[in-house]
């Protein structure tokens, strides 16, 4: 519910900034064209506006302040605290969307490690990682993936020192700093002309790839941390 409110309330002052911007812009866009409405911050409606976003921004921090609490409290929270680069925040919202990491609530059983990296979007499938096809519904939580993926950059911003996901990070590009795509990837190539199977990843697929490795790697210890915790007997 906490980390709900905190979704709701970013996503609206986020949709306001933007027509802050909009109404306040005076350049053109790329392709000449103004869109803006070239008003100025003293514009009473612009006034209004700004006032408005500033209220949500407050909202948001108090949000923000709360969901942290909540995760302090959760029986999560110290192992979260002690992963530097994951965050409370970040893990609380990650939480919120993929439930108890070690059990399977709709069954009411234990879930494996496989069925958390597939309903978060990271299994493997003939060869394949699990990526949108169009016409095609997608059968994991796309925000489990944006939150695993977002605490994932953030761990990479950590020293390799205090972060162990930074290090998972280090050996992977190292891992897949010669390697070479098993089928034609479009990521690689440019629009229309995919890198042909057996040419060298991109520097950008190589971190991804190694992002990649993060976001299981924190999947897995999420996993183990709560078996333990139902091992002593306090289910998350």
Not at 20 to 43: I, K, M
Not at 73 to 91: I, N, R, T
Not at 195 to 209: E, V, W
Request: include cysteine; proline fraction near 4%.
């Amino acid at each position: 519910m906490l980390a709900e409110v905190l979704d709701e309330l970013e996503t609206v002052r986020i949709a306001n900034e933007n027509r802050v911007r909009q109404l306040t812009r005076t350049e053109a866009d790329s392709d000449g064209e103004e869109r803006g409405f070239g008003l100025t911050l003293d514009n009473p409606m612009v006034q209004k506006l700004v006032t408005s976003v500033e209220a949500l921004a407050q909202a948001e921090h108090e949000a923000t302040l709360n969901l942290q609490r909540a995760m302090r409290a959760h029986p999560l929270g110290p192992w979260v605290k002690s992963q530097a680069g994951v965050g409370e925040k970040q893990a609380a919202r990650l939480l919120a969307t993929i439930g108890d990491p070690f059990w399977n609530d709709l069954h009411d059983r234990p879930r494996t490690v496989s069925e958390l990296w597939a309903f978060a979007g990271y299994a493997v499938h003939d060869g394949h990682a699990q990526a949108r096809r169009r016409g095609e519904r997608s059968n994991w939580s796309a925000d489990a993936k944006m939150r695993t993926y977002l605490i994932a950059v953030s761990c990479v911003k950590q020293s390799a020192e205090k972060s162990k996901y930074r290090r998972v990070y280090d050996e992977g590009r190292a891992k897949y700093a010669d390697a070479a795509h098993p089928h034609d990837c479009k990521r690689c190539g440019p629009a229309g002309k995919p890198a042909l199977a057996g040419s060298p990843l991109s520097a950008g697929h190589q971190h991804n790839r190694a992002i990649r490795l993060i976001s299981k790697e924190l999947l897995k210890d999420l996993w183990i941390a709560s078996r333990d915790l139902y091992a002593q007997k306090e289910p998350i």
